[in-house]
């Protein structure tokens, strides 16, 4: 089905489960919560899809995005717990994070247009139209997501500011 192999299926299915993790962060928290239980289910889910891919990427840029997902998740939940860093830590957790949402997304769309509907797939060309828009849709997304998270992140250091339940000093 969709010209996918067992192994891709491991690597879809096991990714999968990071995408609603990410939204639900994003809408309680304002970011990825590292240190929360849904943060650690989509570090487990993102190293699943980024470990995987190695075994079913048919182009260069797949190993590339793998590559750059591992360490960038390494990077974003490990900074967060250098306190020499203070509040920059916070800000460099965020973004490092919120690229990793993005990694997951940009070959998810991508892949998602070169094979549904099943054997007359939306996009053939990847110079499509249609994908290239998807794609620099996505890319809209992350800079209009990181200056709100970053925007966020700031309010959160003010005197008096609104911090949501379960925000970020509550993970």
Request: proline share 8%.
């Amino acid at each position: 089905m969709f010209g996918i192999s067992p192994l891709g299926w491991v690597h879809t299915l096991g990714s999968l489960p990071a995408i609603p993790l990410a939204a639900y962060m994003f809408a309680r928290h304002g970011r990825i919560a590292p240190r929360s239980a849904p943060g650690v289910a989509y570090f487990v889910s993102m190293m699943i899809g980024a470990g995987t891919v190695f075994f079913v990427a048919r182009q260069p840029v797949g190993y590339v995005i793998g590559v750059v997902t591992i360490l960038l998740l390494l990077a974003g939940y490990g900074v967060g717990r250098i306190s020499a860093l203070g509040r920059a830590g916070r800000y460099l957790e965020t973004i490092l994070l919120s690229l990793t949402t993005f990694l997951l997304m940009l070959p998810a769309v991508t892949e998602t247009l070169r094979r549904v509907p099943n054997g007359h797939p939306f996009v053939t060309d990847p110079k499509s139209p249609l994908l290239l828009g998807a794609q620099a849709g996505l890319l809209v997304i992350l800079i209009i997501g990181l200056i709100a998270q970053i925007t966020h992140l700031r309010g959160q250091g003010r005197p008096g500011a609104f911090a949501p339940s379960g925000g970020i000093s509550g993970e």
